[in-house]
Protein backbone atom coordinates (compact mmCIF):
# COMPACT_ATOMS: atom_id res chain seq x y z
CA UNK A 1 0.00 0.00 0.00
CA UNK A 2 0.99 4.06 -0.46
CA UNK A 3 3.00 5.51 2.70
CA UNK A 4 3.66 9.12 2.76
CA UNK A 5 5.96 10.01 5.64
CA UNK A 6 7.32 13.27 6.60
CA UNK A 7 10.03 13.87 9.12
CA UNK A 8 12.17 17.06 9.44
CA UNK A 9 9.32 19.88 11.47
CA UNK A 10 10.35 20.99 14.36
CA UNK A 11 10.85 24.45 16.40
CA UNK A 12 12.52 27.66 14.70
CA UNK A 13 12.95 31.21 15.31
CA UNK A 14 11.25 33.30 13.04
CA UNK A 15 13.51 34.32 9.77
CA UNK A 16 15.15 30.51 10.42
CA UNK A 17 15.26 27.75 8.10
CA UNK A 18 13.81 24.22 8.21
CA UNK A 19 13.68 21.73 5.47
CA UNK A 20 11.10 19.15 5.52
CA UNK A 21 10.68 15.67 4.01
CA UNK A 22 8.40 13.19 2.72
CA UNK A 23 9.31 9.46 1.95
CA UNK A 24 6.82 7.76 -0.57
CA UNK A 25 6.70 3.79 -0.71
CA UNK A 26 4.04 1.49 -2.29
CA UNK A 27 3.76 3.12 -6.40
CA UNK A 28 6.02 4.59 -9.03
CA UNK A 29 7.02 7.49 -7.30
CA UNK A 30 8.39 9.29 -10.58
CA UNK A 31 4.91 8.59 -12.27
CA UNK A 32 3.11 11.04 -9.12
CA UNK A 33 3.13 14.63 -8.19
CA UNK A 34 3.24 15.81 -4.94
CA UNK A 35 2.24 18.58 -3.09
CA UNK A 36 2.55 20.19 0.70
CA UNK A 37 -0.20 21.18 2.56
CA UNK A 38 -0.70 23.02 6.37
CA UNK A 39 -2.93 23.44 8.88
CA UNK A 40 -2.74 25.51 11.65
CA UNK A 41 -5.82 25.12 14.60
CA UNK A 42 -8.80 26.40 13.38
CA UNK A 43 -7.85 26.80 9.64
CA UNK A 44 -8.55 24.58 6.86
CA UNK A 45 -5.97 22.23 4.95
CA UNK A 46 -4.42 25.11 2.69
CA UNK A 47 -2.09 24.61 -0.15
CA UNK A 48 1.95 25.51 0.29
CA UNK A 49 3.71 23.86 -2.89
CA UNK A 50 2.98 21.14 -5.69
CA UNK A 51 5.53 19.82 -7.99
CA UNK A 52 4.41 17.52 -11.57
CA UNK A 53 5.49 14.20 -12.11
CA UNK A 54 5.62 14.95 -15.92
CA UNK A 55 8.43 18.17 -15.94
CA UNK A 56 9.02 18.86 -12.69
CA UNK A 57 6.62 22.48 -12.60
CA UNK A 58 6.32 23.66 -9.57
CA UNK A 59 3.43 25.53 -8.11
CA UNK A 60 3.19 27.71 -4.94
CA UNK A 61 0.90 29.83 -2.72
CA UNK A 62 1.22 33.65 -2.79
CA UNK A 63 2.15 33.31 1.24
CA UNK A 64 5.17 31.19 0.58
CA UNK A 65 6.43 32.10 -2.86
CA UNK A 66 10.15 33.47 -2.55
CA UNK A 67 10.71 31.87 0.68
CA UNK A 68 9.85 28.26 0.39
CA UNK A 69 11.02 25.76 -2.27
CA UNK A 70 9.51 22.27 -3.65
CA UNK A 71 11.91 19.70 -4.87
CA UNK A 72 11.93 16.00 -5.41
CA UNK A 73 14.63 13.19 -5.61
CA UNK A 74 12.73 10.43 -7.54
CA UNK A 75 15.90 8.21 -7.15
CA UNK A 76 15.10 8.19 -3.40
CA UNK A 77 11.54 8.45 -3.48
CA UNK A 78 11.58 11.57 -1.58
CA UNK A 79 10.21 15.46 -2.05
CA UNK A 80 11.10 18.57 0.10
CA UNK A 81 10.43 21.28 1.07
CA UNK A 82 12.97 24.07 2.06
CA UNK A 83 11.75 26.53 3.87
CA UNK A 84 13.71 30.09 4.95
CA UNK A 85 12.65 33.54 6.34
CA UNK A 86 10.12 31.45 8.21
CA UNK A 87 6.91 33.74 9.84
CA UNK A 88 5.05 32.82 13.31
CA UNK A 89 2.24 32.45 10.38
CA UNK A 90 3.95 29.54 9.06
CA UNK A 91 3.32 27.72 12.38
CA UNK A 92 0.68 24.46 11.54
CA UNK A 93 0.72 20.71 10.59
CA UNK A 94 2.64 20.50 7.18
CA UNK A 95 1.41 17.75 5.29
CA UNK A 96 2.59 15.75 1.82
CA UNK A 97 -0.04 14.20 -0.26
CA UNK A 98 0.33 12.25 -3.54
CA UNK A 99 -2.08 12.42 -6.93
CA UNK A 100 -1.70 11.42 -10.18
CA UNK A 101 -2.58 14.86 -11.61
CA UNK A 102 -1.17 17.29 -13.56
CA UNK A 103 -1.31 21.10 -13.89
CA UNK A 104 -2.06 24.12 -11.45
CA UNK A 105 -5.89 24.01 -11.11
CA UNK A 106 -5.83 20.11 -9.79
CA UNK A 107 -2.67 20.60 -7.84
CA UNK A 108 -3.66 23.23 -5.47
CA UNK A 109 -6.48 21.82 -4.06
CA UNK A 110 -6.47 19.04 -1.62
CA UNK A 111 -9.76 17.29 -2.97
CA UNK A 112 -7.31 16.38 -5.84
CA UNK A 113 -5.00 13.88 -3.88
CA UNK A 114 -5.51 10.09 -2.82
CA UNK A 115 -2.39 9.54 -0.28
CA UNK A 116 -1.70 11.33 2.74
CA UNK A 117 1.01 11.52 5.12
CA UNK A 118 0.61 11.82 8.71
CA UNK A 119 1.80 15.59 9.01
CA UNK A 120 4.93 16.76 10.82
CA UNK A 121 4.87 19.93 12.81
CA UNK A 122 6.85 22.86 11.89
CA UNK A 123 6.62 25.81 15.06
CA UNK A 124 7.62 29.00 14.38
CA UNK A 125 8.47 31.80 17.36
CA UNK A 126 8.56 35.60 17.24
Known amino acids: QVQLVESGGGLVQAGGSLRVSCAAS????????MGWFRQAPGNEREFVAA????????YYADSVKGRFTISRDNAKNTVYLQMNSLRPEDTAVYYC???????????????????WGQGTQVTVSS
Open 51 to 58: ISWTVGTT
Open 97 to 115: AQTAYSGSIYLTSPVNYDY
Open 26 to 33: GRTFSRYS
